[in-house]
Structures are given as structure tokens and as C-alpha cells.
């Protein structure tokens, strides 16, 4: 996916503290699509039955293309001459801003589903908003990847329902799942401070706005899938400041094995 | 772990507007719902189509290669069934 660069005196529209904050959260958005997009693409050449190995390689790539455009223009709003490579692959955990969720391993193919289909329901919900974003060039990157994250959710959630109505196994899988990956849910809308400052200048869409339509999508799938929703569990955040799971950590070590080896390194 | 195979689709895509839906190939999946989502993760990937058709393989009958000489071999020798065999007359515009 390639979002042409606006133009460069957009980028000096914003003051030097803004610009920092979105610096850091269009890094946010990268790193997200990143780590998620690297979980499922483990998945390639192992998944259940080849229809669905395709499926998950398919909306890696995805997320892949978006990471891209993303990194592009966090380069450009860093402003230090840096590419999207140095970016992915040459910054340590602490500094990696996705929330836990998209670490957490892939487990069997419910768990899997499960991440996803918790990510989807936010990821979709969050860049139909974002498409009206004052920001030019996070609206147009939303405008691309909104119709992909349509069906990235249809996916998650025709897998979610039938695997909670499913078969004996399936279920308990699921629940399993769900009973694990519950708590990492509720980072994706709980605004850090930088995303409290864009919402308020008017970049992203207020969180608060989201809630009603996830919600109602999330009641829907699960009362379909026969799946309580579940209730007064203790939301974990920090990955969106830095405060990962020790996973994160395994996973950039296989991510970012090439470059930190041979340094500069092209395909 | 319930080892059952999903049963097979045929796969049908059209690949622009006023073409037909062609066959591309099959896949399995447990229900028709599950068929068109797989076969546009399996066979639209590099912008192939623009609709899909799934029709499971059971409901595909066919004909039996013993009776190929009996069907198609007595079409052989009837070229006036194409219309290139008649002379189209001069005063017939528009042909």
C-alpha cells in the first residue's frame, strides 16, 4: 500500500510539540500493524487447513502494506532523515508503542482468532473515524486500509461464531482464549496521555465515540457465538508506553535478526 | 482432536462486468458461507474477480468420458450449423 507523500509544508503546519506527539503516535499505529501482522504471519505454512494458511498470510500482508505507509511517514515527521527500516528494525522493546495484545502469541488457531477478532473490532471501528482526520495523510492511509479491516473483521467474526458454536473442543478452546486474551482488550481504547492531545487537536477520533458501535458489533458476534461477554476483568496497559510482555522481546529478535546482522542490508 | 474432511466447492469467478462466471478451481469448506470467504482468499488475491460462485462438487454432475465418441464426435461433420456456412446475401446490411 502507497499513500503519496502530502506535501511537505503540511508536515510544518503543526508545532514542534505536536509534531513530536504524532511522531510518536503514527509509531503507535506502525508498530501495531507490525507485531500483529509478523504474529499471523507465523502462522504461514502451519495453519489448520490451507484455505485458512492463506487467509491469515493474506491479512498479514494487510497489515503489512499499512505498517509501511505508516513508518513512511513517521520518517518524514521525525524529520532526522531516517527510513521506515530503521524504524521497524532498528529501535529496542522499550521503544516499540503496540499495545499488548498484538504480542501475545498465537497459541492455537482460537486464540488466534480471538487476538484478531478483539483487534479487528477496534482496528475497523477506529479507521472509519480516522478518515476524517485533520490530518491529511492519516486520512488517506485510513481511507485505504478501512476497506481491508472490513474484512478482516467479516473473517474474525464468522471464526468467532463458529468456533463458540461450534463443536465441544472448539468451544473450550475458545473460552480458553478469551479467558487469557480478555485483558488486553480494553488498551486499545484507553487513550494514553499523546493520544489524549491528538483527540483534543482534532488527528484522531475520540475513543469514547467508538465504544457504542464496538460494543454493539462485539454483543452481536458473541450472542451468536453463543459466548458470554465477559465481565469485570482487569484491564493490563503499557504497551503503548513502552511496558511490554517479555514476548516482544522474542519477537523483534526474529524481526529484526537480518539488519541488526548485516547492518544497511537491501533485498 | 475430530478428524472429519470439509467437503469440496467448485469455484466460479467473473472477472469483469458482462463476463461470464468462469471456473477457476475448488477448496474445502464446511458450509457455502465459509466457500466464498476462502475462495476470495484463495482465488481473488491478485484482483482476478469481481463476483464469485461456490457450488459444492457433489451437485456438479458430469458426463461420462466412455460416452464422448456418442456425444461430441457426430457434431463432427455438420458445419452448416455455424452460421459462417450460409452465404449472407448482398442486400443484407448489418450483419
Not at chain 1, 515527521?77 to 508503542?97: C, M, N, P, S, V
Not at chain 1, 482464549?177 to 483527540?199: F, I, N, V
Amino acid at each position: 500500500m502507497q499513500v503519496a507523500p502530502s506535501e511537505t509544508s503540511a508536515l510544518n503546519n503543526y508545532v514542534p510539540e505536536l509534531r513530536q506527539q504524532l511522531f510518536h503516535y503514527v509509531l503507535q499505529l506502525a508498530d501495531t500493524s507490525l507485531i500483529l501482522g509478523h504474529r499471523l504471519s507465523e502462522w504461514c505454512g502451519h495453519g489448520p487447513v490451507l484455505e485458512q494458511d492463506l487467509a491469515m498470510a493474506n491479512i498479514a500482508l494487510d497489515l503489512l502494506g499499512e505498517t509501511r505507509s505508516l513508518y513512511q511517514y513517521a520518517a518524514e515527521l521525525e524529520g532526522k532523515g531516517g527510513t521506515e527500516d530503521d524504524l521497524a528494525f532498528l529501535r529496542i522493546a522499550t521503544e516499540y508503542r503496540n499495545p499488548l495484545l498484538v504480542e501475545q502469541p498465537n497459541g492455537d488457531f482460537a486464540a488466534t482468532v480471538a487476538r484478531q477478532f478483539l483487534f479487528d473490532n477496534f482496528h475497523y471501528h477506529f479507521l472509519r473515524e480516522l478518515h476524517a482526520s485533520t490530518d491529511e495523510r492519516l486520512a488517506a492511509i485510513a481511507e485505504k486500509a478501512v476497506k481491508e479491516a472490513a474484512y478482516h473483521l467479516k473473517w474474525t467474526s464468522e471464526w468467532l461464531i463458529r468456533l463458540g458454536d461450534g463443536t465441544e473442543e472448539s468451544r473450550q478452546r475458545l473460552d480458553q482464549a478469551l479467558a487469557s486474551l480478555w485483558r488486553y482488550s480494553g488498551e486499545l481504547t484507553t487513550p494514553t496521555a499523546t493520544e489524549k492531545a491528538l483527540q483534543a487537536a482534532g488527528i484522531i477520533p475520540d475513543y469514547a465515540g467508538l465504544l457504542p458501535k464496538m460494543e454493539a458489533h462485539l454483543n452481536h458476534v458473541f450472542q451468536e457465538a453463543t459466548v458470554p461477554v465477559p465481565q469485570g476483568v482487569f484491564m493490563m496497559t503499557g504497551g503503548k508506553e513502552g511496558r511490554h510482555s517479555e514476548h516482544l522481546g522474542y519477537i523483534l529478535a526474529e524481526l529484526q535478526y537480518m539488519q541488526r546482522t548485516y547492518p544497511g542490508m537491501k533485498w | 482432536m475430530t478428524q472429519s474432511e470439509w467437503p469440496l466447492w467448485e469455484v466460479f469467478i467473473r472477472s469483469k462486468q458482462g463476463l461470464d462466471h468462469k471456473h477457476v478451481g475448488s477448496l474445502h469448506a464446511a458450509d457455502a458461507t465459509m466457500a466464498i470467504q476462502n475462495a476470495r482468499d484463495v482465488y481473488t488475491r491478485r484482483l482476478e474477480g469481481i463476483s464469485i460462485w461456490v457450488v459444492e462438487s457433489k451437485h456438479v454432475h458430469a458426463s461420462n468420458p466412455d460416452d464422448a465418441e456418442a456425444f461430441f464426435d457426430p457434431a463432427n461433420d455438420k458445419v452448416y450449423r455455424h452460421p459462417t456456412f450460409y452465404d449472407v446475401p448482398a442486400s443484407i446490411k448489418h450483419m
